[in-house]
T-cell receptor
Framework: AAGVIQSPRHLIKEKRETATLKCYPIPRHDTVYWYQQGPGQDPQFLISFYEKMQSDKGSIPDRFSAQQFSDYHSELNMSSLELGDSALYFC???????????????FGEGSRLTVL | GNSVTQMEGPVTLSEEAFLTINCTYT??????LFWYVQYPGEGLQLLLK?????DKGSNKGFEATYRKETTSFHLEKGSVQVSDSAVYFC???????????FGKGTHLIIQP
């Protein structure tokens, strides 16, 4: 069965550079969520999109932005990278918003960003 | 805001041992509760869930009961296998937000 696809799987950037992560949800899923997991930390909710509109916002820094496109894939753009941005970034998808209440989130394998 | 506290690992057990991973939470309102598992090199997978008090979630031999009076959702398994080695995350719904609030994860290591 098709799963959530994230790219790239690994990314190395210098401080102050920009990075873009991509997420392709499961077919027919219309909601995408982004999470950040620092080393040894729990995943932190960043932002979510439903039907191409921002649905909810968590602890996403102002330096980051995201959007969901007409094919439902999503991109997370990170600018002025800092060392503390080094983390594993997860994307999850679901059918319908607020299905976090039912736990039916399907996670990708994550994109590991290293900022040097 | 909502928060989740779970026992720190790593937890190392022998095969066929009994497993308990503790999870307690603080939340406004009435959250739903989940356990997610992360196998090496993979994303998070929903293991089980409970949406109201006294509900018992179960899957693959794992169980957890929603205890509202103690705000707990402890994960248990009667006989663990080497293949259960993974990181386990307790999570709750975010108090009206779309996102989930996760605990810090417990690394479980099962030795043959």
């Amino acid at each position: 069965a098709a799963g959530v696809i994230q790219s790239p799987r690994h990314l190395i950037k210098e401080k102050r550079e920009t990075a873009t992560l991509k997420c392709y949800p499961i077919p027919r899923h219309d909601t995408v969520y982004w999470y950040q997991q620092g080393p040894g930390q729990d995943p932190q909710f960043l932002i979510s999109f439903y039907e191409k509109m921002q649905s909810d916002k968590g602890s996403i820094p102002d330096r980051f932005s995201a959007q969901q496109f007409s094919d439902y894939h999503s991109e997370l753009n990170m600018s002025s990278l800092e060392l503390g941005d080094s983390a594993l970034y997860f994307c999850a998808s679901s059918m319908g918003r607020r299905t976090a209440n039912t736990g039916e989130l399907f996670f990708g394998e994550g994109s590991r960003l290293t900022v040097l | 805001g909502n928060s989740v506290t779970q026992m720190e690992g790593p937890v190392t057990l022998s095969e066929e041992a009994f497993l308990t991973i503790n999870c307690t939470y603080t939340a406004t309102g009435y959250p739903s509760l989940f356990w997610y598992v992360q196998y090496p090199g993979e994303g998070l997978q929903l293991l089980l869930k409970a949406t109201k008090a006294d509900d018992k979630g179960s899957n693959k031999g794992f169980e957890a009961t929603y205890r509202k009076e103690t705000t707990s959702f402890h994960l248990e398994k009667g006989s663990v296998q080497v293949s259960d080695s993974a990181v386990y995350f307790c999570a709750i719904t975010g108090g009206g937000a779309d996102g989930l609030t996760f605990g810090k994860g417990t690394h479980l290591i099962i030795q043959p």
